[in-house]
Nanobody, 120 residues
Framework: QVQLVESWGGLVQPGGSLRLSCAASGSIFSIYDMGWYRQAPGKQRELVAAITGRGSTNYADSAKGRFTISRDNAKNTVYLQMNSLKPEDTAVYLC??????????????WGQGTQVTVSS
């Protein structure tokens, strides 16, 4: 079982920045594939950014050039630096971990989410 705890969401003005953190349990964090998703009211959950255990990254078009995902394996933590925030970025942001198993499959875990509100 892997536990994920997101933090550092909040209220920010348009054009501002936030840095979200997601702390994960487990002793083999370095091989987890991690992702940040978001879900706005009445909308489907969508991928924002992802980072593999090897550090390869992938971004939604809406995040490219503004958001940066990174990880610190020594701290079992993944980050999402969000710059130039827009009102449409308002959503609950959720951390996701895909953990490999001994059987060659992967188990997906989710955090509880942290609210990001972009408003003046």
């Amino acid at each position: 079982q892997v536990q994920l705890v997101e933090s550092w969401g909040g209220l920010v003005q348009p054009g501002g920045s936030l840095r979200l953190s997601c702390a994960a349990s487990g002793s083999i964090f370095s091989i987890y594939d991690m992702g940040w998703y978001r879900q706005a009211p009445g909308k489907q959950r969508e991928l924002v950014a992802a980072i593999t255990g090897r550090g390869s990254t992938n971004y939604a078009d809406s995040a490219k050039g503004r958001f940066t995902i990174s990880r610190d394996n020594a701290k079992n933590t993944v980050y999402l630096q969000m710059n130039s925030l827009k009102p449409e970025d308002t959503a609950v942001y959720l951390c996701n971990a895909a953990v490999p198993t001994a059987w060659g499959t992967r188990v997906v875990y989710w955090g509880q989410g942290t609210q990001v509100t972009v408003s003046s």
